[in-house]
């Protein structure tokens, strides 16, 4: 778009324009200066001469050009986008924002400025508010209203709803790339990966440049822990954008989960190159130094994450999730400010949890039990309200579970399944001590110690998923041959290949997998099977006091996480009692109070030899991804045995709740309450 041109100024834009157009910028900008000497401050001369400068990565000086512009004609909506340009061309997130905002206000029925600052707000992090724009670009077009009173559905928690406008979109236009990403958008707020991996992947087969469903795309497959085909996603965005440090982060980010650490740090520090102040980047450059020990420089990034966006919780929580990491005297102020500030910030709701929890951990390490309470407490209470669980499902799961998985099944399939001995499964609650037992067998020179793999229950559930009859997991194991089971324990060693180097054992540490043994007993029925437990009460605590990335919705409610722990007693208790012997369980205080008594019960479970550098297991130089990932880097500390105590008054509930589990321990290990 121009400006109405002064007739005699007319023909020296109209050559410039040319010169530009072939891409002789150096001649286009000598040009204007000249012509600016007969035409001063002209718009559109000062505006192309902007644009040659930064074709000449000269974005400071253009950035001076377009602001002379704006000045000039206030409302002038293209002189703002191009000024965004040169912000972000020198990494300026926020004024570049500000300035696409200006153009809009002065624009607001263009539909590329609204996107632009849409996506742009999404790639830093601003989901609801780049929603709301996107929302408002759509209202702006009568035929795509439909699409934005899809996303206000959605918004709100009416999944139901929204998903009805989207397939009645999509049966009248199939190819309707929009509705197909918003679709796969709400798929991915449901955690159904699976559907919104192929959603995304029809809306860039009919739009190979929508450069936002690619990101989306790669997105949910490495969500199913398929990086390889994620990378290649992602590639494809960077093609599109090679400069984009959203898509450089999105790189990053897979190439850690797939444990390519340096591959990622590589990613992450391009990113950084364009942007340093990129403080998703930061975030997740701090991940990867955490996870390979290199725990100095992790809390520099995270720092400099902090210092980038000071009022994003999760960086401070992230601090906290160090466990060994103490917070100093300011940053304790500087969070309690923050928590205040985003507290009245609906959009930030995240982040106010987030505080509360590092501040929680913050004040549990000054032995300040109560309030730390509190902030826990707080903090949990917001974070229920955000996800979804409903504790009578998995009750009817457990019951199913032991409705197929009976000793009588397991007797007539004996012999049957693949006769691979490699995994070694560790199964229990969080924060339960399994980073622990991990740690200790992966210091055995034939184990590897791999991560929290998600692939036993993901064939489980999905195997049979889409049988005309409807019969699903896990009575469709009924009417399995041998060879589906063998085929299903081959077919899980082949989805672990790429966490292995070759050693003749590895371990899978996905807690949840308790639920999976009887199907696991089935298609692997030489695997070894180690339960962790803890104190119930310190389990459970421990639980609560950790801010999960995804998964674990049981842990944010005291009624919850007790029938949760009671769920998975009871299921464990059937597992015993159907394959006994099969499952060692290893208790967390014990292992903390006589470390090569119960290093040696788990390595004779496992079949192996003894070497001794197993009791230096906190030597082990290997990358940890859970929560306890330095404190296994540490020996063996007593800090953390019975600290429930310190919060006894307030777990009363919990305590309530827990009495028919807690009333089965030792006198001693009960609480007051429950004693004599």
């Not at 001076?64 to 000039?72: D, I």
């Not at 184990?447 to 929290?452: D, I, Q």
């Not at 208790?573 to 119960?598: A, C, F, M, S």
Request: with cysteine; proline share 5%.
């Amino acid at each position: 778009m121009v400006l109405d041109l002064k007739p005699n100024s007319k023909p020296a834009f109209q050559n410039a324009l040319a010169m530009f157009q072939t891409s002789n910028f150096t001649g286009a900008e000598a040009y204007i200066v000249s012509a600016l000497k007969r035409y001063p401050n002209e718009p559109n001369l000062l505006r192309l001469l902007g644009a040659s400068l930064l074709k000449q990565n000269r974005a400071e000086e253009a950035e001076a050009k377009f602001t002379h512009v704006t000045r000039l004609v206030p409302n002038f909506a293209p002189a703002y986008e191009n000024l965004a340009e040169a912000y972000l061309a020198q990494g300026k997130i926020e004024p570049a924002i500000n300035a696409l905002k200006m153009a809009t206000r002065h624009d607001p029925q263009s539909t590329s400025l609204n996107m632009k600052l849409a996506e742009l707000l999404s790639i830093t992090g601003r989901a609801m508010e780049s929603d709301q724009v996107f929302q408002s670009t759509l209202e702006n077009h009568p035929d795509r209203a439909a699409l934005a009173e899809a996303m206000k559905k959605a918004q709100t928690g009416d999944f139901k709803g929204a998903e009805q406008i989207y397939r009645g979109l999509l049966k009248t236009n199939p190819e309707n790339v929009d509705a197909l990403r918003l679709m796969g958008v709400l798929c991915v707020r449901r955690d159904n990966y699976n559907d919104a991996e192929a959603l995304f992947r029809r809306a860039v087969e009919l739009a190979p440049d929508y450069w936002t469903a690619w990101i989306n795309y790669g997105t949910a497959l490495n969500e199913q822990q398929k990086f390889n085909e994620a990378d290649t996603a992602l590639k494809q965005a960077l093609k599109l954008k090679p400069s984009n440090v959203h898509t450089l982060e999105r790189l990053g980010t897979n190439s850690m989960n797939d444990g390519r650490l340096e591959d990622a740090i590589d990613w992450l520090e391009k990113a950084l190159e364009i942007d340093a102040k990129h403080f998703p980047s930061l975030l997740c450059l701090g991940h990867a130094l955490k996870t390979i020990g290199r725990q100095d420089e992790a809390i520099a990034a995270y720092r400099r994450c902090a210092g980038a966006k000071p009022d994003f919780g999760e960086v401070y929580w992230s601090l906290a999730n160090l466990k060994t990491f103490r917070f100093e005297e300011g940053e304790v102020e500087a969070m309690k400010q923050h928590l205040d500030e985003v507290t009245q910030k609906p959009a930030s709701k995240d982040s106010e949890i987030s505080f509360c929890f590092a501040l929680g951990k913050a004040c549990e390490d000054r032995k300040d039990y109560k309030q730390a309470y509190a902030y826990y407490e707080r903090g949990n209470s917001e974070k229920r309200l955000n996800v979804n669980y409903d504790p009578i499902e998995l009750e009817i799961q457990v019951d199913r579970l032991i409705d197929v998985f009976t000793q009588e099944y397991f007797a007539a399939r004996q012999g049957q399944g693949c006769a691979e001995a490699s995994p070694i499964f560790i199964v229990g609650l969080p924060r339960s001590g399994s980073t622990l037992l991990e740690q200790i067998l992966a210091s055995h020179s034939e184990v590897e110690g791999t991560a929290e793999l998600h692939y036993l229950l993901r064939l489980a559930t999905q195997t049979g998923l889409n049988r005309a009859d409807g019969i699903k997991y896990p009575h469709y194991m009924l009417e399995l041959a041998p060879h589906h089971l063998s085929g299903l324990g081959q077919e899980y060693l082949e989805l672990t290949l790429p966490h292995r180097t070759g050693k003749p054992y590895f371990t899978d540490k996905l807690p949840n997998n308790f639920t999976g043994i009887g199907f696991l007993q089935a298609i692997l029925p030489n695997a070894k099977i180690i339960d962790a437990r803890r104190h119930p009460l310190d389990s459970c605590l421990g639980t609560f006091k950790q801010l999960f990335a995804r998964g674990q919705p049981f842990s944010y409610d005291f009624y919850d996480l007790a029938h949760y722990y009671g769920q998975y007693d009871r299921l464990m208790k059937h597992w015993d009692k159907v394959l006994p012997g099969k499952i060692l369980r290893v208790n967390y205080e014990q292992v903390v109070g006589d470390l090569e008594t119960q290093a040696k019960r788990l390595i004779a479970h496992c079949g192996l030899a003894w070497e001794d550098q197993i009791l230096r297991f906190h030597e082990t130089k290997r990358a940890v991804k859970t929560a306890s990932s330095e404190q296994v880097r540490q020996p063996i500390y007593k800090g953390s045995v019975h600290l429930w105590r310190h919060y006894e008054e307030d777990l009363s509930e919990l305590i309530d709740f827990l009495e028919p589990v807690l009333m089965g321990l030792p006198e001693a290990d009960r609480p007051c309450s429950l004693q004599g």
